[in-house]
C-alpha cells in the first residue's frame, strides 16, 4: 500500500467526530490488548467522543486527519492545543489498519511544522511502554525530559480518613484564582494556559474539580486539577512548588472521588511523595515521559500532567 499517495491531511469537522471518538476506541484498545492488557476504553465509543468534545470546546478546528482519499475513511486522527507558550499535542491514533505505513509521521509533522511556524516548542505526554510512540516522537526531535510513573488508588465509598500537613490550605478553585494559577505553571514549568483553567473552573459539564493550596499570607502555591467521567477518571494537570502542597491536594482531589479509582501522574523523582503514596494504597499502572521538541526549561517544583487535555 502506497500511503503517502493515499493520505490527505485535513482539519477535522463536525461531520467526523463520531468517527474519530470510534477510531481512538478501537485504535487504542487494539493497541493495549495487543500487549496482553486489558482494552482501556470500555461501554462504546461514546467514551471517547468525550474527548474530541472537550478538546472542540477548548480549541476548535485543532484536530488534523489523514483521510483515505481512495474511500473517504479516516486513517488517523491528532488533537493539537496552540497556548501562549507552546503547542501541546493530544491524542494521537491511527486505525489498526494502517499500523505501520507512516500516517501518524504525516500527522505529527504537520503538528511540528505548525509549531515551528509559530516559533513555539511541541510538548506532550507519550507512555514509557509504548515503543510505537516512544519511536515516533523521539525520532521527529522530541527528548523525554521527565518520567512519571501513573499510579491508581481506590477510594472508599466514606473516603480516605487520612490526614496530612497542609490540608487546611486546601480550598476549592475560583475564576479569580486563574491569574494566580497561571502565574505559578510559569514558574514551575515555564508554560502558560490560563484559558484552560478557566474552562476547567467553570466547569460547564460538571465532571471537574480545582483545588488550590495556599500559603498562611493567602499566597497560590499549588493547585490540582480532576476529572470524572467515562472516559477519563483522573487527577491533573496539578502544578505544586513541593509535595508539601502536592500530598494535601492529592487527598482533597481524591475524596472528591468516593468510590471510584482515579488515575494520577506524579514524578519518579520525588521520592518523598511516591513513598507516602504507596503508604496511602497507591499502586502503579504505567510510567509516561514528557516529551518536548524544542525549548525546554526544567520543571521548578511538580507539574502532575494528564492526557485530556493533554499538558506535556
Ligand atoms: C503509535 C501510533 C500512532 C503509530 O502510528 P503509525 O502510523 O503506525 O506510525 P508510523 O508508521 O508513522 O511510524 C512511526 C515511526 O516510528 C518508527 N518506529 C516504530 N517502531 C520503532 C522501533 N522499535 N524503533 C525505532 N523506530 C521505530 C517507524 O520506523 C517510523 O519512523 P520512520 O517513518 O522515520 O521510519 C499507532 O501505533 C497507534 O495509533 N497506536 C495506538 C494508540 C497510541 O498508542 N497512540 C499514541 C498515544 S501517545
Known amino acids: 500500500m502506497n500511503v503517502n499517495e493515499q493520505v490527505k491531511l485535513r482539519a477535522m469537522t463536525s461531520a467526523d467526530i463520531a468517527e474519530v471518538a470510534d477510531l481512538i476506541y478501537v ?38 486527519v489523514a483521510e483515505n482519499t481512495r474511500n473517504g475513511r479516516l ?6 492545543h496552540p497556548r501562549p507558550t507552546h503547542v501541546s499535542l493530544g491524542i494521537m491514533n491511527v486505525h489498526p489498519n494502517y499500523f505501520g505505513y507512516g ?6 509533522k504537520f503538528i511540528t511544522d505548525f509549531s515551528e511556524a509559530e516559533g513555539k516548542p511541541t510538548r506532550l505526554v507519550s507512555s514509557a511502554h ?17 518520567a512519571y ?34 502565574e505559578l505553571e510559569a514558574e514551575v514549568a515555564g508554560i502558560r494556559r490560563p484559558d484552560d483553567y478557566r474552562y476547567f473552573i467553570e466547569n460547564k459539564d460538571r465532571i471537574w474539580h ?37 500530598l494535601p491536594l492529592i487527598l482533597s482531589e ?16 520525588n521520592e518523598p511523595l511516591v513513598q507516602t503514596l ?11 515521559f514528557c516529551q518536548v521538541r524544542g525549548d525546554f526549561r526544567p520543571f521548578q517544583g511538580i507539574s502532575m500532567p494528564t492526557f485530556a487535555p493533554e499538558t506535556g
Open 278 to 288: 504507596y503508604r496511602w494504597g497507591a499502586r502503579n499502572c504505567e510510567i509516561h
Open 103 to 108: 500516517v501518524a509521521g504525516r500527522l505529527l
Open 27 to 64: 485504535s487504542t484498545n487494539y493497541w493495549y490488548e495487543a500487549q496482553g492488557k486489558g482494552a482501556i476504553f470500555r461501554g462504546g465509543p461514546e467514551a471517547t467522543e468525550w474527548v474530541c468534545k472537550i478538546y472542540e470546546d477548548l480549541d476548535p478546528g485543532r484536530c488534523v
Open 254 to 269: 481524591l475524596n472528591q472521588h468516593k468510590g471510584r479509582c482515579p488515575v494520577f501522574l506524579v514524578p519518579v523523582d
Open 149 to 182: 510513573q501513573d499510579m491508581f488508588l481506590k477510594v472508599p465509598e466514606t473516603g480516605l480518613d487520612l490526614s496530612v500537613p497542609g490540608l487546611d490550605r486546601v480550598r476549592p478553585a475560583v475564576a479569580a484564582d486563574v491569574d494566580a494559577m497561571t
Open 210 to 246: 480545582v483545588s488550590v493550596h495556599e500559603t498562611s499570607a493567602g499566597e497560590i502555591d499549588g493547585f490540582l486539577v480532576s476529572v470524572a467521567h467515562p472516559g477519563s477518571n483522573m487527577l491533573g494537570p496539578g502544578i505544586m512548588r513541593s509535595e508539601e502542597q502536592t
Open 130 to 146: 509504548n515503543l510505537d510512540s516512544f519511536s515516533l516522537y523521539t525520532r521527529a526531535g522530541f527528548i523525554p525530559r521527565a
Open 75 to 80: 486513517m488517523g486522527s491528532c488533537f493539537y
